[in-house]
């Protein structure tokens, strides 16, 4: 998606909210992070490109609507749903990083300093690869998951060091595995003075995005070695559909209590209730993950694409 691209998705949105949503251009501007000129701007634009006829002639259209459906739903600070296009690269992958890119850019730009909480994922990983250089060496980047698979291999998906190098930022990485061997060996490393401080880092992160794991035969914690078979074994047989941060969800959106809990690594979701909390994860095989996390009230924000935001919103009510 090139420049003149977002600029007219922008336009899209901009038009959707101020036609179709009645949003007030003021509102309007607060939501997209521009200035009430810039509303301005986008919307003439949007009419020069004949976006707004009888309705408004754009994929983004359905998706503003989706987003709004969910936002409301599930009482989120924001909601963004990307097209899923057969035609684009990846299919909606492309464009849920370059969404994901537009929220972490509007903080990472700005001048005060900044402590930023990231997961890890192949959502996380291409969303921070898909954002501009920015030099603001007084933030901070700290990692929410343990980055050492158990065969000792680093986390290939962990954003925390792109988005340090992009930006000249200090980066704070949890030296542990996601899911440790034993309970002694997790209460040993959580024990150590380097985990707490790296904790107490993480606690001043004003937001933190994730990516959002399933749990079937496919999962990303089995498929990069974070647990074993006997481990997916037991998930699958407690009916776990999800998983933030290696902490699997069942379908309403609880945490579930099982050898594997006891063992995860991870900073706690509980500890997390206080700070805006944002999913980046789209497609069909996420849904269900997707919609147990807003069913457990874990997440303030969601970037994702339409197939997972039908998903969702067809089976709210059941």
């Not at 005060?112 to 898909?130: C, D, F, I, N």
């Not at 954003?159 to 034993?182: H, N, S």
């Amino acid at each position: 998606m090139d420049k003149f691209e977002r600029k007219l998705d922008q336009a899209a949105r901009a038009a959707w909210m101020s036609y179709v949503g009645g949003i007030t251009q003021d509102e309007i501007a607060q939501q997209l992070g521009v200035s009430r000129p810039g509303v301005q701007r986008l919307l003439a634009l949007a009419r020069q490109e004949g976006l707004i006829k009888v309705r408004i002639d754009h994929p983004i259209s359905a998706c503003m609507a989706l987003a709004a459906a969910i936002r409301d739903r599930y009482g989120l600070d924001y909601c963004d749903v990307v097209p899923a296009e057969p035609d684009a690269p990846d299919g909606a992958a492309y464009y849920l990083a370059a969404a994901g890119a537009e929220r972490i850019s509007r903080l990472v730009e700005r001048s005060e300093p900044l402590t930023l909480s990231l997961g890890t994922g192949r959502s996380v990983r291409a969303t921070v690869e898909a954002m501009s250089r920015h030099d603001r060496p007084q933030h901070r980047f700290v990692s929410l998951v343990g980055n050492v698979a158990r065969d000792g291999s680093a986390n290939r998906y962990d954003g925390v060091v792109v988005l340090a190098d992009k930006t000249g930022g200090e980066r704070f990485l949890l030296p542990t595995p996601v899911v440790a061997d034993t309970v002694e060996e997790k209460q040993a490393m959580l024990g150590q003075r380097l985990f707490q401080a790296i904790t107490e880092v993480a606690r001043q992160a004003e937001a933190a995005f994730i990516g959002v794991g399933r749990i079937d035969r496919q999962a990303t914690l089995f498929q990069d070695h974070f647990i074993d078979q006997g481990d997916l074994e037991e998930l699958l047989r407690l009916e776990a559909v999800g998983e933030l941060l290696g902490w699997p969800l069942d379908r309403e959106g609880r945490v579930i209590d099982c050898s594997i809990t006891r063992r995860v690594t991870s900073l706690p979701l509980e500890m997390l209730r206080d700070q805006p909390l944002v999913a980046l994860a789209g497609g069909r095989e996420k849904a269900p993950a997707l919609l147990a996390a807003l069913r457990g009230g874990w997440l303030k924000g969601l970037v994702t694409d339409e197939t997972a935001a039908r998903y969702i919103t067809k089976r709210a009510a059941e």
